[in-house]
């Protein structure tokens, strides 16, 4: 059974860091794209963070420069590293696991990530 349990949410004050992790399990994580999502109230969920099986990435304007999403594949663990946080940070973390071309998408249940000014 795939599963993607987030971790490392919390509430830090504008200008802090977090980090989060992502672990996976039954399934080989190096054969996926591996991204971060995120949904704030009353918005879309959106790609924060991508990095592909051949470790590429890819950002979102709002956050280039301050995220780094890395993987460890032997550990089947994805990582974003949050700086210089901002109040419209605030969300839902969601993970996701994406075999391209197989139609073989995982989700994992999101971590709250709240910024206070």
């Known amino acids: 059974q795939a599963q993607l349990v987030e971790s490392g949410g919390g509430l830090v004050q504008a200008g802090g860091s977090l980090r989060l992790s992502c672990a996976a399990s039954g399934f080989i994580l190096r054969a996926y794209a591996m991204g971060w999502y995120r949904q704030a109230p009353g918005k879309q969920r959106e790609l924060v963070a991508r990095?592909?099986?051949?470790?590429?990435?890819n950002y979102a304007d709002s956050v280039k420069g301050r995220f780094t999403i890395s993987r460890d594949n032997a550990e089947n663990t994805v990582y974003l590293q949050m700086n210089s946080l901002k109040p419209e940070d605030t969300a839902v973390y969601y993970c996701?696991?994406?075999?391209?071309?197989?139609?073989?998408?995982?989700w994992g249940k999101g971590t709250l990530v709240t910024v206070s000014s």
């Open positions: 996701n696991a994406d075999r391209v071309g197989y139609a073989m998408v995982y």
């Open positions: 990095v592909t099986s051949g470790g590429m990435t």
